[in-house]
T-cell receptor
């Protein structure tokens, strides 16, 4: 079965430290990978995506993610966390040929402490 | 980027009643989606709504319970019918650009509480 896993319900980091939010997937074919962020009481906002090409993609607010095909992962990273990065992060995978399907991960809550 | 809005932002409803949620996009879009999200949890796709055709429902969701309208390329409604407390959730509308490589844009959500 197709699936997306965000193995950590919560990630805690200190402000200024690097952060990583993990995402792994299991889908057939070549996936399109996305990260979205949800701030309290707001809808999801797009951060970045991998479609093809360079495995390292850069997105909004200084975030980046690396597509690793052999490990079927797409971890979200930021070199220096800010308190304002505290939010709920979702990994999403789109796959298929002809008819595409989207799966969202369960979400990872990021807490950045000052 | 396009702006997407939802009405109402929140509502408290009685068991057995129905609520219609409106979703408005400020540009024409082909595919619109309706999701359900328990607070702090992941999104579950209810249905895909394309203008001019019947909505396509995901497993576990049926048209009688969640009728959807898509009268034009900028607007859609989702009705939650004969509500029960289990329907309490956040309902999100979304649209995607021209294809699967395009970003999805989400509305701010409608927080529904059923008593």
């Amino acid at each position: 079965a197709q699936s997306v896993a965000q193995p950590e319900d919560q990630v805690n980091v200190a402000e200024g430290n690097p952060l990583t939010v993990k995402c792994t997937y299991s889908v057939s074919g070549n996936p399109y990978l996305f990260w979205y962020v949800q701030y309290p009481n707001r809808g999801l906002q797009f951060l970045l995506k991998y479609i093809t090409g360079d495995n390292l993609v850069k997105g909004s607010y200084g975030f980046e993610a690396e597509f690793n095909k052999s490990q079927t992962s797409f971890h979200l990273k930021k070199p220096s966390a800010l308190v304002s990065d505290s939010a709920l992060y979702f990994c999403a995978v789109i796959w298929g040929t002809g008819g595409f399907k989207t799966i969202f991960g369960a979400g990872t809550r990021l807490f950045v402490k000052a | 980027s396009a702006v997407i809005s939802q009405k109402p932002s929140r509502d408290i409803c009685q068991r057995g009643t129905s609520l219609t949620i409106q979703c408005q996009v400020d540009s024409q879009v082909t595919m619109m989606f309706w999701y359900r999200q328990q607070p702090g949890q992941s999104l579950t796709l209810i249905a895909t709504a394309n203008q001019g055709s019947e909505a396509t429902y995901e497993s576990g969701f049926v048209i009688d319970k969640f009728p959807i309208s898509r009268p034009n390329l900028t607007f859609s409604t989702l009705t939650v019918s004969n509500m029960s407390p289990e329907d309490s959730s956040i309902y999100l509308c979304s649209f995607q650009g021209q294809g699967p490589t395009d970003t999805q844009y989400f509305g701010p959500g409608t927080r529904l509480t059923v008593l």
